[in-house]
């Protein structure tokens, strides 16, 4: 009776070892053809399922940083750049980005709402869209450097030395 046991637990973890395996397979095919047909200089969080196509809340990162880091880093590099100028690639990037939105999405008919924009202390914005509309905002963009999940995260305050006794 033993050696019957045995024989189905290794054949369980045989089998389940080889599904995995195949199933690996699969995630890594289906990698292989995102990456292949979006813009490689844009980073999508793996977090996001590209498949889906429910309306999902992201948070795209430009590649114009804000105005005064972009000085900085300029500065920084002994490049001559004005705040003024900064702040005006800023701008720019943000009249690309809707232009590029009409390209690829209006006349696509994809829904989507852009919910905040940010020049500050981050450039970019925040949206909903279908997740499988994603890739085609990468595909094309010359703007777009990041896109990830917009989650709300909740921190718990410290804890006092008066609570922890």
Not at 113 to 118: D, E, F, S
Request: glycine share 2%; with cysteine.
């Amino acid at each position: 009776m033993k050696k019957y046991y045995i024989g189905v637990i290794l054949a369980s973890a045989f089998l389940s070892i080889l599904s995995g395996c195949q199933e690996s397979n699969h995630n890594v095919n289906e990698e292989k053809v995102v990456k292949e047909t979006m813009n490689p200089s844009v980073h999508i969080d793996p977090a996001i399922d590209l498949s889906s196509d429910q309306i999902i809340s992201i948070i795209i990162e430009f590649k114009t940083k804000p105005a005064k880091i972009a000085v900085l880093e300029a500065e920084a590099k002994g490049i001559p750049l004005t705040i003024e100028e900064a702040k005006e690639k800023v701008e720019e990037s943000h009249v690309t980005f809707q232009k590029e939105l009409q390209t690829l999405l209006d006349k696509n008919q994809v829904p989507y709402t852009v919910r905040n924009t940010y020049k500050t202390a981050f450039n970019g914005v925040s949206m909903e869209l279908p997740a499988n509309e994603i890739i085609r905002l990468a595909e094309s963009s010359s703007i777009i450097s990041k896109i990830y999940p917009n989650k709300k995260i909740q921190l718990d305050p410290p804890i006092s030395p008066s609570d922890q006794k």
